[in-house]
Nanobody, 127 residues
């Protein structure tokens, strides 16, 4: 059964850091690009970052570039999101998802390209 589980969220002050984790079944993880999404209350879910299967190619939402870093450990079936210099506007539920493809397509920030989703982990940044 396909499973994706996020962890690492919490409450942090503005300017602080958090590291999110996403573990997935081998079936879900192997050969797939992985993405991080987030959804704030009353807003649509948006793509934050994507990493290809090999881990060498990454892409980010403009507002997090230079602050967030996505990475993966394929031996551990684990995806990471290092978040630095957090801002109150980063407050959201963060989700991990496996893409249908092994690469991050031009539409990587669209939910339609992803086949497996976790339940999310809450990130709250206080001002």
């Amino acid at each position: 059964q396909v499973q994706v589980v996020e962890s690492g969220g919490g409450l942090v002050q503005s300017g602080g850091s958090l590291r999110l984790f996403c573990t997935a079944s081998e079936l879900t993880f192997n050969g797939h690009a992985m993405g991080w999404f987030r959804q704030a209350p009353g807003k649509e879910r948006e793509g934050v970052s994507c990493i290809n299967w090999g881990g060498a190619l990454t892409t980010y939402k403009d507002s997090v570039k230079g602050r967030f870093t996505i990475s993966r450990d394929n031996a551990k079936n684990t995806l990471y999101l290092q978040m630095n210099i957090l801002k109150p506007e980063d407050t959201a539920m963060y989700y991990c998802a496996a893409a249908m493809a092994s690469y991050c397509s031009g539409s990587w920030s669209s939910m339609e390209g992803y086949i497996s989703w976790g339940q999310g982990t809450q990130v709250t940044v206080s001002s």
